[in-house]
């Protein structure tokens, strides 16, 4: 998920400025329970975020993988969870053998619109529990786009890299892409909005319990097309506690990044990409 937007829209912190739209309205949905994942990732969710996406955007970061990755052609590598298939079917292109999984029916269907063949599958499964087969099976896992931290018991996200050390070699490499709770909390934006181009206005609030280390964001959409409030939930990790979590699942980092740049992680790094490798 994109956490850049709420980190790094500085200068666009409206301040005590409210949002016509959040401030007054009454929730027409109940706020979503621990569940919420099981439902959020389908067309709307598509209709959020797809625009943020274009081709050269998205090879550029398969190429940064490519370039941390230093697998050669023909090497498994687990895309999970996959989404849309953003990036699998870009690291399929590039000569990988790809795995796709996730857990929501109608991103995998966009996934296999992009494509699907000896070298691509898409599975549809919960990242707590992949498949048995697959033990030992991939040279890499990517994990990107904040797809971590969606569970109410925090032990799921220790089960989640679990699953992740167990179906990869050993020496494999997991690479981990998200949110950064330390950079986000520094230029924490708690509310924005804008206009969509057919005139949906869309408006966000965010709120953040450093307790659970929940950051809960709030949507409202409307437009001509769209009437809609939905909520979603993620746990945000700093780049110690993530280390120390995936270090227990026996996945040792390596590297961290900010985002997909070369420069190393540091304390306003609202995105860090971590390079972790199997122990053994
Ligand atoms: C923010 S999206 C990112 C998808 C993709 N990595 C990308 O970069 O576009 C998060 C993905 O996690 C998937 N997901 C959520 N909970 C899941 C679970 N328990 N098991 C597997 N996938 C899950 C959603 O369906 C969604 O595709």
Redesign the pocket.
Same mark, same amino acid.
Request: aromatic fraction near 20%; glycine fraction near 4%.
């Given at each position: 998920?994109c956490l850049a937007r709420i980190a790094n829209r500085s200068s666009f912190d409206p301040g005590s400025r409210r949002s016509p739209l959040v401030s007054t309205r009454k929730r027409t949905t109940p706020a979503t329970g621990g569940d919420w994942?099981r439902t959020y =990732?389908d067309a709307g969710y598509l209709r959020e975020y797809e625009p943020m996406f274009d081709f050269a955007g998205d090879r550029a970061q398969v190429a940064r993988l490519m370039e941390l990755l230093e697998l050669p052609s023909g090497a498994r590598v687990l %895309?999970?969870?996959?989404?849309?298939g953003?990036?699998a079917h870009l690291l399929a292109e590039a000569g990988f053998n790809v795995d796709g999984? %996730?857990?929501?029916a109608p991103?995998l269907a966009a996934a296999r619109t992009r494509g699907t063949g000896r070298t691509l599958r898409y599975t549809k499964? %919960?990242?707590?529990r992949l498949p048995p087969a697959w033990t030992g099976r991939f040279d890499a896992v990517v994990n990107?786009?904040?797809?971590f931290g =969606?569970f109410a018991d925090p032990r799921d996200d220790a089960k989640t890299l679990r699953e992740f050390a167990r179906v990869l070699k050993p020496g494999g490499v997991l690479l981990w892409h998200g949110g950064d709770r330390d950079g986000v909390m520094a230029k924490f934006l708690s509310r924005d909005w804008w206009t969509t181009a057919d005139g949906t206005v869309v408006a966000q609030e965010r709120s953040f319990d450093p307790l659970s280390g929940f950051l809960t964001v709030e949507s409202v959409w409307r437009g001509p097309k769209v009437n809609e409030d939905r909520t979603h939930r993620i746990r945000l990790y700093t780049p110690t506690q993530l280390a120390d979590l995936m270090r227990d699942a026996g996945l040792i980092v390596e590297q961290a990044f900010d985002a997909f740049t070369e420069q190393p992680v540091n304390r306003r790094s609202s995105e860090m990409l971590l390079v972790a490798r199997k122990d053994g």
């Open positions: 998920m994942w =990732f %895309d999970c969870p996959c989404g849309q953003r990036h999984a %996730d857990y929501s991103l499964a %919960d990242m707590r990107l786009f904040t797809s =969606f």
